[in-house]
């Protein structure tokens, strides 16, 4: 049996679902049409096909406790988790997957994945995937076009050319299709030879990576120099940050597919979507009578045609239709269906005013567990911490503030200086000025911890590591 080589891309950033998606966890990361995340659905997905291999991840350095913790969530071992030091887009990320592939077998069967669309047709996914096998198997770089059931204007399209002779449901591509107006679009669903674009391909590793040596070598020697200077890091491979900053960023769709003459396409008829705003999330969600898509603590009166979302607080709505609820802890987003595209323009705003609540949620995410901010002031700061059982923090210290310990629940072990200590629920102990330390779980439930900060800074960059398990800088 031929093994298919799961290649998971998860590097996006997701900005038109904020304020839910945000830098330091993107869509992909979050539970957006389930109780599991989208990148933990992309992989599970797939594991009831024989054919599949483990999955290899290319991510942002900056997820990556996330994504391994999240893996370790639904009992997979992927086969390694690169860490790209910045975004370079998906052409690079596929060569450096390719590459990694083609050490153990040249001829080894990639099949590329998106970590944030939803897939509501598993079956058919499935039988889509063994038909792009058989192409990339008589050397074709197979993509995957989506039946258009209706006429969107925010996707590109595929135009198919004639069946191919030597794979039997897959088609030569006649041509890639920008984005088009309205009315073009009607003609496309109309006329049945048009798909949508869906970002993922099945190719063999060598044929991908002959095809990028011809049309873009220097994407590909910018790829293999960032991949052979790459150094191990846990569980992870750290690509080298100096040759993958020099790599060019572009697609795969402009560097390989839209160029190359060996494109397939393989009609997928998968109730596919890629989450892309708001209202895509309406569209697949169970409604109400009055066509109201709700999570959370919601309550609606004489509202039609709404998505709610509350995540920490009750949200009522009364005699309002057509609108985009989303409720954080620290934002509140209100828009119309309608303009729910643009909000990427409110997180630009965000950045261009430098503040923070595009980057972080309250509740920040480490490796050992989460902190989240409850109060702050001058020269304080106040907040909840969770470390997991057998984690630890880093030995560390701080310049320009103090902290105070109180345990919440579960059991604290403190390093202080020299001095080692056992906490235990309500006991509290104080960290001066200047002095190294560290916090430990050594129990076997959750620790929830409140820290009260004072001094002249407070911000998250002072923070002097001594020793980290987790080889953070």
């Known amino acids: ?150 006429p969107e204007t925010g996707y590109g399209y595929i135009r198919r050319g004639a069946p191919l002779a030597d794979s039997a449901g897959a088609h030569q591509v006649a041509a890639f299709v920008e984005k088009p107006d309205l009315s073009t679009a009607q003609q496309y669903v109309d006329s049945g030879d048009y798909f949508w674009n869906s970002g993922m391909f099945l190719f063999r590793a060598s044929d991908f990576l002959d095809e990028l040596q011809a049309l873009r070598p220097d994407i590909l020697d910018a790829s293999r120099a960032a991949l052979d200077a790459a150094t191990p890091d846990l569980d992870f491979v750290r690509l080298d940050p100096v040759a993958f900053e020099a790599c060019p960023s572009e697609s795969v769709d402009y560097a390989v597919m839209e160029k190359t003459r060996r494109a397939a396409v393989v009609p997928a008829d998968i109730a596919w979507n890629d989450i892309g705003a708001w209202t895509a999330l309406w569209d697949v969600a169970v409604k109400d009578e009055q066509g109201n898509a709700t999570r959370g603590d919601v309550m609606l009166e004489n509202a039609r045609n709404n998505f709610v979302r509350a995540e920490t607080r009750m949200v009522a709505m009364l005699g309002v239709s057509d609108l985009v609820v989303v409720e954080t802890a620290d934002v509140v987003l209100v828009a119309h269906k309608d303009q729910v595209q643009d909000v990427k323009k409110l997180v630009d705003r965000l950045k261009a005013e430098q503040r923070c609540e595009h980057l972080v949620h309250k509740q920040v995410y480490r490796p050992w567990g989460w902190y989240e901010g409850i109060d702050e002031g001058e020269r304080f700061q106040v907040k909840r911490i969770m470390v997991k059982p057998g984690e630890k923090l880093s030995l560390q210290m701080h310049h320009h503030r103090a902290e105070h310990w109180i345990v919440v629940s579960g059991t604290a072990s403190v390093t202080c200086g020299e001095e080692i200590m056992l906490l235990t629920e309500n006991q509290s102990t104080y960290i001066p000025l200047g002095t190294t330390h560290r916090l430990e779980n050594p129990g076997k439930i959750d620790l929830h911890m409140i820290e009260v900060q004072s001094g002249t800074y407070l911000g998250e960059d002072d923070i002097v590591r001594f020793e980290d398990v987790y080889q953070r800088n």
């Open 1 to 150: 049996m031929t093994i298919i080589h799961p290649v998971i891309l998860s590097g996006g950033s997701g900005t038109r679902l904020w304020p839910l998606s945000r830098a330091a966890l993107p869509k992909q990361l979050l539970p957006l049409a389930s109780d599991h995340s989208l990148l933990q659905d992309t992989v599970s997905r797939l594991a009831d096909m024989p054919e599949m291999g483990a999955p290899l991840m290319v991510c942002n350095v900056e997820h990556r406790f996330m994504i391994a913790e999240q893996m370790r969530q639904i009992d997979t071992q992927p086969r390694a988790i690169v860490l790209e030091p910045v975004g370079r887009n998906t052409a690079p990320a596929i060569a450096v997957a390719a590459l990694m592939l083609s050490r153990d077998d040249p001829d080894a069967l990639m099949l590329v994945l998106p970590a944030d669309h939803l897939i509501g047709d598993v079956a058919a996914f499935h039988a889509a995937i063994l038909t792009a096998a058989r192409a990339a198997q008589n050397g074709h770089l197979a993509t995957f076009g989506i039946v258009a059931a209706t």
